[in-house]
């Protein structure tokens, strides 16, 4: 099977803008606005990947004056549909020629790496976000860990595709969201913490931290395996400083 933009398609793109942060999901955005709080300066922040605009309409409501740029039309258009006033561009795959080199404080990617086929892409990417990014700025990339498509969650099953166990570094695998009605699986890559650390080198950037959120037992959701295996990475990374 060929690798193709699983999110290009209106039926996922009305899911999707349905989706707010509901179990799992709610992990993966619960401790950024502290992590922003801590590593990023200034207000001009870019949403990389920003699909139907969840994570756009999270950093405006952080006060961040957010721009959300998607390669799918689906995506933009539902974003715009469900917040008219916000700003969302469609941009053709790794054309950033729109966006204002070294204008932002923040680039935010969530989740939108995770579908990137594979590591001369996602380096030509972000070595192109970098170039967006202000003296201070850092990139915050949001995906998934390994583990998730390999175990059950609140918001997502695997049970049927226990061939992800034997995924390496960039193969697809596949996982189902519970929280939506599109029941079709969604085909992501699988990448390791390895694999990120070299794309940040490759790219120019450096690794300044990284998060994997767990669930507590008193929050108000049915975690499965979310308290003890963390089914998100948070990355923050900047430019590398020259000696
Ligand atoms: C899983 S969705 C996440 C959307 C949103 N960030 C959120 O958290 O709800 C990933 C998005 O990344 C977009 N994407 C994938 N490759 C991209 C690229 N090269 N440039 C811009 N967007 C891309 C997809 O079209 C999709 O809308």
Redesign the pocket.
Known sequence: MSFS?V??DDRRAEA?AALEFPGTYYLAYRDLPAILAKYVTGHKAL??????G??TRFLKNLGFDAIG????SS?IQSARNVDPGGTYEL?E??DFSTLEPAGFDLILS???F???PDAAKRRE?LYGLRRLLNKEGRIVLLGSTPEIYVNEWASFTTKDYPENCHARGGDMVRIVMKDVKDARPVVDLVWFQEDYVNLFAASDLELEAHYTPLGREDEPYPWVMETSIAPWVIYVVKKRSRA
């Not at 949403?47 to 139907?52: H, I, L, S, T």
């Open positions: 933009n999110y290009d999707y949403d990389f990947g920003c699909g139907a969840r994570s740029i998607d390669i799918s995506m941009v795959d790794g969530a989740f939108a995770d579908n990137i990417l």
